[in-house]
């Protein structure tokens, strides 16, 4: 028996990195997955890879109209939705002082406004079919302050206070909400690092593959109704060096 037989799950970023990953640990666990992406390569690419069992969904979330039309589209094509994954974001490291203002709303507006409309529009359906789950991509960088990265890290503290506090306005609905906070991973919110700074910390055993990250969910998901498991910190041993 798989673990997530007939639940539909939907996962936004899921055409890359992590969101990839994720798809791809919860189509051999028995779910049916809409992948929501603006990569419409990556969504090709997908969709010829696994067939059937994936749905796609090309949509721009930082478009507000396009963002609004999520969920009635995932219903249109899925008939429901069991378990939702914010998992879409950016990422912008280095000084304050050297972003520039465009960079930061961008990224805000990913990490944090979407992540909250998202949230908001899958609610109702959840909250009426008495049951669901909902999971963020968050990041070690929610749990403490991190000096090299100020604005992603403030982001990931913004959306930790915003799970913390809708699950306990929803678990009486039956709506589990949580978070996975890895770090670091291997994926293009990366591509800023140094060459030799990725290099050293490849070597040093400080980041995790994604897919390791995926994995998680399948230890989150399956769990009894009456369990939560609040935030689930993914990190290699290394790191702490």
Same mark, same amino acid.
């Given at each position: 028996?798989?673990?997530?037989?007939d639940k539909v799950a939907a996962v936004?970023?899921?055409?890359? *990195?992590? +969101?990839?990953?994720? $798809?791809?640990?919860? &189509?051999? =666990?028995?779910?049916?997955?809409?992948?929501?992406?603006?990569?419409?390569?990556?969504?090709?690419?997908?969709?010829?890879?696994?067939?059937?069992?994936?749905?796609?969904?090309?949509?721009?979330?930082?478009?507000?109209?396009?963002?609004?039309?999520?969920?009635?589209?995932?219903?249109?094509?899925?008939?429901?939705?069991?378990?939702?994954?914010?998992?879409?974001?950016?990422?912008?490291?280095?000084?304050?002082?050297?972003?520039?203002?465009?960079?930061?709303?961008?990224m805000l507006n990913l990490n944090v406004?979407?992540?909250?409309?998202?949230?908001?529009?899958?609610?109702?359906?959840?909250?009426?079919? *008495?049951? +669901?789950?909902?999971? $963020?991509?968050?990041? &070690?960088? =929610?749990?403490?302050?991190?000096?090299?990265?100020?604005?992603?890290?403030?982001?990931?503290?913004?959306?930790?206070?915003?799970?913390?506090?809708?699950?306990?306005?929803?678990f009486k609905h039956g709506v589990r909400?949580?978070?996975?906070?890895?770090?670091?991973?291997?994926?293009?919110?990366?591509?800023?690092?140094?060459?030799?700074?990725?290099?050293?910390?490849?070597?040093?055993?400080?980041?995790?593959?994604?897919?390791?990250?995926?994995?998680?969910?399948?230890?989150?998901?399956?769990?009894?109704?009456?369990?939560?498991?609040?935030?689930?910190?993914?990190?290699?041993?290394?790191?702490?060096?």
């Amino acid at each position: 028996m798989h673990g997530l037989s007939d639940k539909v799950a939907a996962v936004t970023g899921g055409a890359s *990195g992590i +969101g990839l990953a994720c $798809v791809e640990v919860m &189509l051999p =666990a028995g779910a049916r997955v809409v992948v929501i992406d603006r990569d419409t390569a990556g969504l090709s690419a997908m969709k010829e890879k696994h067939g059937d069992d994936l749905l796609v969904l090309n949509i721009d979330l930082l478009d507000p109209e396009n963002c609004a039309t999520m969920m009635p589209r995932i219903l249109e094509c899925a008939g429901q939705l069991d378990i939702f994954h914010a998992n879409a974001g950016l990422y912008l490291g280095g000084d304050l002082i050297d972003a520039d203002n465009s960079s930061i709303d961008r990224m805000l507006n990913l990490n944090v406004n979407v992540v909250m409309k998202n949230i908001h529009d899958v609610l109702p359906h959840m909250i009426e079919r *008495g049951c +669901g789950d909902i999971i $963020v991509t968050s990041s &070690l960088a =929610a749990h403490f302050p991190t000096p090299w990265e100020p604005v992603y890290a403030s982001s990931k503290w913004a959306i930790n206070c915003f799970v913390q506090t809708v699950r306990r306005q929803v678990f009486k609905h039956g709506v589990r909400v949580a978070s996975i906070s890895p770090e670091p991973v291997i994926t293009s919110l990366l591509s800023d690092w140094p060459e030799e700074k990725l290099a050293q910390a490849k070597s040093d055993g400080c980041l995790l593959d994604a897919d390791e990250v995926a994995e998680s969910l399948l230890f989150m998901l399956p769990r009894p109704r009456h369990v939560t498991i609040r935030d689930m910190v993914v990190m290699p041993s290394g790191f702490d060096l």
